[in-house]
């Protein structure tokens, strides 16, 4: 069941944008019931083929298995600023492509959206509650989000995230950063390139010095749909690398699945 906010301002961005809301289906019959929140950028992309840029996530076939095992969801998908896309998801500007506003659109999710999200809907709002979630630029504000506001977010979802940007300064940022406990999940496709893959391992390496411990049941590939994982404490990593994957939503629309039952299960 997916509801739509049209037009929600951003007085710190100076913009307006459309915000999915995608409920489960027993919001409407547990009245009182609520229900852990992922935060998604590129909304545009994740079920709807019409405003996809290039196929879907396939979002609802993936909350639809989770709910089967139990794992049920709100999940928030924020649309993305257009052509400002980059400046919004880049918390460090770059040399070359410039960028950098990360922290007003932050303000906006956490200032603006998620208070009006928590009002509107049943929604858990205690951080442990929380995450973060997205590809590539979106998986840099998402995991650069995690470590600056770890008192509302603390899951992150990071695919494919783009370490490059800004000259690497989200290393830089994390490596001085009080680390947050919490989990995250971290993944990347094989086929990406040498230099995309070497620098998600980097990452890998440096939120386990961070204090983050890696989850030991973590593949190469995502777990089997119908495979249930055990309770685990907080402070996990879970790092995974892709050797079919791509930088592409078919490739973290293949993903996403084991990484929301990672993050909450």
Not at 237 to 260: F, I, K, T
Request: charged fraction near 25%; aromatic fraction near 10%.
């Amino acid at each position: 069941m997916k509801r739509t906010l049209k037009a929600v301002w951003s007085a710190q961005r100076r913009n307006r944008r459309d915000v999915d809301i995608y409920l489960p289906a027993s919001y409407r019959t547990a009245a009182t019931r609520r229900y852990p929140v992922v935060y998604m950028q590129d909304g545009q992309n994740l079920s709807d083929p019409a405003t996809a840029f290039a196929g879907t996530w396939d979002l609802e076939a993936a909350l639809e298995r989770l709910a089967a095992r139990g794992l049920e969801l709100i999940v928030v998908g924020v649309h993305h600023a257009g052509e400002d896309r980059l400046t919004e998801y880049s918390p460090f500007p770059d040399r070359k492509l410039g960028g950098g506003e990360g922290e007003l659109y932050l303000s906006f999710l956490v200032n603006t959206l998620k208070p009006r999200v928590d009002r509107l809907f049943r929604t858990r709002t205690q951080c442990d509650e929380t995450a973060i979630l997205g590809s590539s630029m979106g998986a840099l504000i998402s995991l650069y989000a995690y470590f600056r506001h770890p008192s509302v977010f603390g899951r992150a979802g990071v695919m494919s995230p783009s370490v490059w940007f800004g000259q690497g300064a989200i290393l830089d940022y994390i490596g001085a950063a009080k680390a947050p406990g919490g989990r995250i999940y971290l993944d990347i496709g094989e086929r990406e390139g040498a230099g995309t893959l070497k620098n998600a391992r980097q990452l890998a390496r440096l939120l386990v010095r961070k204090g983050l411990r890696r989850d030991t049941r973590a593949k190469r590939s995502p777990q089997p749909a119908t495979e249930r994982r055990a309770l685990r404490p907080a402070s996990l990593l879970r790092y995974v690398e892709d050797a079919d994957g791509g930088h592409s939503e078919a490739a973290w629309a293949y993903r996403l699945e084991g990484a929301l039952d990672f993050l909450f299960d």
